[in-house]
């Protein structure tokens, strides 16, 4: 696919701008990536494998918070959220406070190119980021490398990395993360019905650093 101002940092300072105003003016957190169903799949497969409660959960181009703060009220204690968007951080911030989520740690950060500090989560969830990245109209291809490259970094070995995308289909996330993840397992998301055919319009996969 072709090279968008989706994948450009300036359209989403624009566009948490915007939805910052608008929380501030009449409360309303703004989109929830994928819908409210994706986090729930997303919640549920943590809960059924287990996953203890004080795991370190990284949420990567944490938007509006929302997930994190669903994260929270499942029990979750230890999250942490970036965005290279001041403005998404604000954003999340505000969210935070207005659930009393005061445990949920935020930073801006481009995880391109993560500070030191970045590392050691047994948990990143990525819900559209790569699918930002993967639209950059500067080198989506270096930049998608670097990614790869990020999550090896941050990620604990054994840790697991749960990734939802719109733009890409099983297989080729496969591949895009086929150095140094392996899959675990494919999570339901919503389907849609075109021409008498039903689809998914999402795919959601979990992986596991090796």
């Known amino acids: 696919f072709s090279p968008s101002v989706l994948g450009t940092r300036e359209h989403w300072d624009a566009a948490y701008?915007?939805?910052?105003?608008?929380?501030?003016?009449?409360?309303?957190?703004?989109?929830?990536?994928?819908?409210?169903?994706?986090?729930?799949?997303l919640i549920?497969?943590?809960?059924?494998?287990?996953?203890?409660?004080?795991?370190?959960?990284?949420?990567?181009?944490?938007?509006n918070g929302v997930l994190l703060v669903e994260l929270a009220k499942s029990g979750y204690m230890n999250l942490t959220g970036i965005d290279y968007s001041p403005s998404a951080i604000q954003l999340s911030e505000k969210v935070r406070e207005?659930?009393?989520?005061?445990?949920?740690?935020?930073?801006?950060?481009?995880?391109?190119?993560?500070?030191?500090?970045?590392?050691?989560?047994?948990?990143?969830i990525d819900k559209g980021t790569f699918d930002a990245v993967s639209l950059d109209p500067s080198d989506a291809v270096?930049?998608?490398?670097?990614?790869?490259?990020?999550?090896?970094?941050?990620?604990?070995?054994?840790?697991?990395?749960?990734?939802?995308?719109?733009?890409?289909?099983?297989?080729?996330?496969?591949?895009?993360?086929?150095?140094?993840?392996?899959?675990?397992?494919?999570?339901p998301t919503p389907k849609f019905c075109f021409g008498g055919r039903i689809g998914n319009s999402v795919t959601a996969l979990v992986f596991q650093r090796k």
């Not at 989520?101 to 190119?113: G, Q, R, T």
């Open 44 to 63: 549920r497969w943590l809960e059924k494998h287990k996953v203890p409660l004080d795991s370190s959960v990284l949420d990567i181009g944490t938007g």
């Open 17 to 41: 701008e915007r939805e910052l105003q608008t929380f501030q003016d009449i409360g309303d957190t703004g989109e929830i990536w994928f819908g409210e169903e994706s986090m729930v799949f």
């Open 142 to 187: 270096g930049k998608r490398k670097l990614y790869v490259g990020s999550l090896r970094r941050v990620l604990k070995p054994e840790g697991f990395f749960l990734i939802t995308s719109c733009n890409w289909t099983k297989e080729e996330l496969l591949n895009a993360f086929r150095e140094g993840f392996e899959i675990l397992e494919e999570l």
């Open 98 to 124: 207005k659930e009393g989520m005061s445990n949920i740690k935020l930073k801006v950060e481009d995880f391109l190119a993560p500070s030191a500090e970045l590392s050691g989560f047994d948990i990143c």
